[in-house]
């Protein structure tokens, strides 16, 4: 029932964030208008998110258009928190589409058909697993898409930014992991065990490490764009990680297809 | 930038030649001669190994004017490190049955963890404002890291069909028949399913000798420190007598993996507290 007046919902909220962004990116100083309203966005997709876990009554988490509804949530959190925090004018724009993008998804491919909740998912570990997960994947989103601007317009105004994005997302994206792990023992017996989510999600995890580890050498130096093209790799990993992998013949024997 | 100008160039391309020159050694071993015999690294060998690496490293270290461990300590290093994680993870997930036990990655994960190890050496006592953040999540990474490594050939996994009568016959993952020390007998059984046919709970009421026990998915029994006893699955005879399949896991090593998963977290909420260090990027190094 939840889903059938999620296109007008979404819309709805879409209209209301956009607003708020557009509003952001043509105010020269920080607009308190604009974080207000998108705060009303954000209020309007969390009730969204809990009116639909009233109503299945389980953790909307379950499907991959579940936690698609989170990234959307949790990227205009991050989107929100990086505008209020650095001024950086454009960033809600930013996270407002990428939102928009996986709205339209779920909206033209709603995965929500099983209302089930399979055994190896019930467990304590389960919401916050995929909660820390999506949001250090909007953290690394807004990271991800601060240094495209990077390095097309070859500024450095953002590096600050990317840099406490990169280790707020690394930081969740490191527990998001190593709870995956603390489960694991629980419902396989092993904490690790090169499934192809947990390969992909390590290399996802070595690149944003590199892109750390990399900048004390680069940032002021010519060869600065290696870190912010390290930050683009991690984040196409990290989509295989996500999603990617379901379209590669090594998920067929994955544990973790949902 | 000082490092970098000083040592501009030779010695670290070298080590880079180097490291690379082993692995690709390790693939010739792996077309060669197969996978890594990791069945022969079983206590006590694995720690003996262990801790022959350790005082290496240990002298290793004493010895940092050497080049050798000039370039183990470098970024260099470093990169190339978090580089070989990255490759394996892609390498490993585009893979139907992951080698995990090939050469090549044992060859780079023992790199890896030299590096980790060298690095924690000097780095525990002298890293200014970062000292604990730094302590937990390298040190951490190394437990977790070395625990999955050095334990490998002493986990053990059988599964085991329990029925209702009391057992001890168990098969090894290759089907080999094992007795264990102790018996298995099924009591009783529950199945939830959904309107659609797929369970939606199940669980077992078992007899470990006399002691009774119930199994969930997600939620094992722990026999002993280092073994747990879990839930998999449920099968029937062509009778139609239900019996559960459970998988006995003993894992020695697995708190030790605990134990750096733990201060691995405590790491990264330190990371997101702390966030990178001031004037990294605003000052010229």
């Known amino acids: 029932m939840a889903w059938n007046i999620f296109p007008l919902w979404a819309g709805i909220v879409m209209l ?234 090594s998920a067929a024997t994955s544990v973790h297809s949902y | 930038m000082k490092t970098m100008a000083t040592g501009k160039g030779k010695w670290q391309l070298w080590g880079v030649c180097m490291v690379g020159a082993v692995v690709a050694l390790s693939f010739i071993v792996e077309m060669c001669w197969g996978s890594f015999p990791v069945g022969i690294f079983r206590f006590p060998l694995n720690i003996l190994v262990m801790a022959l690496w350790m005082m290496l490293m240990a002298m290793m270290y004493r010895g940092r004017g050497h080049r050798v461990t000039r370039f183990l300590l470098s970024r260099e290093a470093t990169w190339l490190s978090l580089g070989m994680v990255a490759v394996i993870g892609i390498t490993l997930g585009l893979q139907r049955k992951p080698a995990s036990t090939a050469w090549p990655m044992v060859v780079s994960l023992l790199f890896v963890q030299s590096h980790l190890l060298l690095v924690v050496m000097r780095g525990w006592r002298n890293k200014g404002g970062v000292r604990w953040r730094f302590c937990l999540t390298h040190i951490g990474l190394l437990l977790a890291l070395g625990a999955g490594y050095w334990g490998a050939a002493d986990r053990e996994q059988w599964r085991m069909p329990v029925h209702n009568f009391p057992s001890n016959e168990a098969f090894t993952m290759q089907g080999e028949p094992r007795r264990l020390p102790y018996t298995l007998e099924l009591k009783d059984f529950a199945i939830e399913q959904a309107e659609n046919g797929t369970p939606t709970h199940y669980e ?76 990294r990027i605003e000052n010229p190094i």
């Open chain 1, 16 to 249: 209301i964030a956009a607003t708020a962004a557009t509003w952001a990116s043509i105010k020269k100083e920080r607009s308190t208008v604009a974080i207000v309203t998108m705060l009303i966005a954000i209020l309007g997709m969390g009730g969204f998110i809990a009116m639909l876990w009233a109503t299945l009554g389980r953790p909307p988490m379950r499907t991959m258009g579940e936690t698609r509804l989170w990234y959307s949530f949790f990227i205009l959190v991050a989107g929100l928190f990086t505008y209020a925090r650095w001024k950086y004018r454009w960033i809600m724009l930013f996270s407002t589409v990428l939102a928009g993008v996986f709205i339209i998804i779920n909206i033209a491919r709603p995965e929500i058909h099983d209302q089930t909740l399979m055994p190896a998912l019930q467990s304590v570990w389960f919401v916050p697993h995929v909660s820390i997960y999506m949001f250090s994947y909007s953290l690394l989103g807004c990271a991800t898409l601060l240094s495209v601007v990077a390095l097309v317009r070859k500024s450095t105004d953002m590096d600050r930014a990317i840099e406490r994005l990169l280790y707020a997302g690394l930081a969740f994206l490191t527990t998001g992991m190593l709870t995956g792990a603390l489960w694991a023992k629980e419902a396989w017996g092993a904490y690790w065990s090169w499934d192809a989510k947990e390969a992909w999600a390590a290399a996802t995890w070595a690149l944003y490490l590199i892109a750390i580890h990399l900048a004390p050498s680069v940032m002021n130096t010519k060869r600065r764009g290696l870190y912010h093209t390290v930050i683009l790799l991690g984040f196409v990993a990290l989509q295989m990680c996500w999603y990617g992998i379901n379209y590669l013949p």
């Open chain 2, 204 to 279: 077992a009421q078992i007899m470990v000798d006399d002691e009774r026990v119930t199994l969930r998915v997600n939620h094992p029994y722990a026999r002993t420190l280092s073994e747990k006893i879990y839930l998999v699955s449920f099968s029937s005879s062509p009778q139609g007598e239900r019996y559960a399949i459970v998988e006995i896991v003993s894992e020695p090593w697995q708190w030790l993996s605990a134990a750096g998963i733990i201060l691995l977290i405590a790491g990264a909420m330190l990371l997101f507290i702390q966030g990178p260090r001031k004037g």
